[in-house]
């Protein structure tokens, strides 16, 4: 699980749910799980990197910002 994986990994791992189409909408339960994001199947890998892109943009901006 998503918890399971940031516990062992001692960080704020990105992790991004791939779900089915009904369940891209339910962005509480996601987010409540831990997940960075999350993207419906079959989905698109330009879409894919974008999202990825757009975790790596925010999780540099926190890095940046927790330094200052």
Known sequence: TTRFIKEKSGSNVPVVALTVDIFINDTENWRQ???SGCISKPFDPHKLCDLISGILVNSANNFSRADA
């Open 33 to 35: 799980a831990g997940m």
